[in-house]
């Protein structure tokens, strides 16, 4: 019997042991996924997939660094986020379990999935946490750092909060730095361009472009040729923009903001008379553009058949269009009004209660610090005391050694 238990022991030691080698490989081969997702994310999710049906044995802490890795490929990769059901679990975990590396990484991506989700309060409530969690030591996690004040620039420019953008993007982006990517210096001449900066924009798209240029990266191309053909139609500069936009390849093949790239098409060939290019991107634009493109789209229209011989019909189906969704804008710029004071006030909220729980963690480090040193001065008193009465004791019986050995010898 005592045989036998000693079997079951050691067979349950080596299925432990074991265990414990398989999670360590894991993540191992987990980590080396996380690190490939930088250069090649493709090439990241394949091998996360290989290693798929090993997961569902693999312990939770294996599991949530797989999901985070996934995450983190895919988001690489360009693909869209489209729910928080894998982020959500990932969070709580990581910070329930902090790590110094995976904790921020967990609350950055959850504000890259809100981001995709059109949640911007909470995904920069996100990117908010992961900068309080790196704390004072941005050093060492400067690459989650920056691409989180990258983020947060790019949401607030989206929401009209120029000044928080800039705020941001001048903390994102080092031009004297490596590692600063292309999409930083479009950020941060978009940030210029809406402040109206308007000699730092090209030096800054240029470089991006070249960047992109330099690692084949299309989409990253396409969106700075965008950028750039917006910013000479807005200064009336049309066959430079034209120019721009005719080296853009593949514009129909474009998924991501192609309400962008059709507007900026359409326009510009407008102005230069070619309705014939630009008639497929307006038409896009009426049926499935914002509100802002479709008036101008109508108004476009509106114009085109009123100089075409018994299309006056057309003509005055598109202006009464344009006139109606005029109302439209107009309201809506008053509600982007309202959700720019807004979004000031929700951000000063975010950053008033960041400061303060700063402010409260910096105090319980201080109670923390004084409890411990009366706890060990405390200590080192009662030692010392102990120590003092022991050689009180030890004297003590010498003493009464001597006297008896007196007593005696009389």
């Not at 995976?102 to 991506?109: I, N, Q, R, V």
């Not at 005719?246 to 309400?259: A, E, H, Q, S, T």
């Not at 008193?381 to 120590?387: A, F, N, Q, S």
Request: aromatic letters at 10%; a neutral charge.
């Amino acid at each position: 019997m005592k045989h036998l238990l000693l079997i079951i022991v050691a067979v349950v030691c080596i299925a432990v042991v074991a265990g414990c080698t398989d999670n360590s490989r894991l993540r191992d081969e987990i980590d080396r996924a996380g690190r490939l997702a930088d250069t090649c994310p493709d090439s990241a999710i394949a091998l996360l997939d290989s290693l798929s049906p090993a997961i569902n044995q693999a312990d939770k802490a294996t599991r949530m660094r797989y999901d985070l890795m996934l995450i983190k490929s895919r988001d690489k990769a360009y693909i869209e986020h489209r729910n928080d059901s894998m982020i959500a679990p990932v969070v709580e975990y990581f910070t329930g379990h902090s790590d110094p590396d995976l904790t921020p990484l967990a609350l950055y991506y959850a504000g890259r999935v809100y981001s995709d989700l059109g949640d911007a309060p909470r995904a920069l409530d996100y990117f908010q946490q992961a900068l309080t969690t790196i704390g004072d030591d941005t050093i060492k996690h400067y690459g989650i750092y920056k691409v989180c004040h990258s983020q947060m620039a790019e949401l607030f420019m989206h929401q009209r909060l120029y000044r928080y953008a800039l705020e941001s993007a001048e903390k994102a982006v080092d031009l004297t730095s490596k590692s600063t990517l292309p999409i930083d210096y479009i950020t941060i001449g978009g940030v210029f361009s809406s402040l109206g900066v308007q000699d730092s924009i090209f030096p800054l798209y240029n470089k991006a472009y070249e960047m992109a240029l330099a690692q084949n990266d299309i989409n990253v191309i396409s969106r700075v040729q965008r950028q750039i053909a917006w910013e000479y139609y807005d200064m009336g500069e049309i066959d430079k923009a034209d120019s721009v936009l005719n080296r853009l390849k593949n514009v129909d093949k474009i998924i991501d903001y192609k309400d962008q790239y059709y507007g900026i098409w359409a326009r510009v060939k407008v102005e230069k008379g070619d309705y014939k290019s630009s008639f497929p991107y307006i038409k896009w634009l009426v049926d499935s553009g914002n509100v802002y493109d479709k008036s101008y789209a109508n108004a476009a229209l509106a114009n085109y058949y009123k100089e075409m011989p018994n299309e006056y019909d057309k003509s005055i189906k598109h202006f009464n269009r344009y006139i109606l969704l005029l109302d439209s804008v107009n309201k809506l710029k008053q509600t982007d009004a309202i959700a720019k004071i807004q979004g000031y006030y929700n951000y000063s909220l975010i950053k008033d209660a960041n400061h303060k729980l700063k402010e409260e963690n910096s105090q319980k480090t201080m109670v923390i610090v004084i409890l411990s040193s009366i706890l060990f001065s405390i200590v080192i008193i009662t030692l010392l005391i102990i120590r003092e009465l022991k050689g009180k004791r030890t004297i003590l019986s010498y003493r009464n050694i001597i006297l008896k050995s007196l007593f005696k010898s009389t």
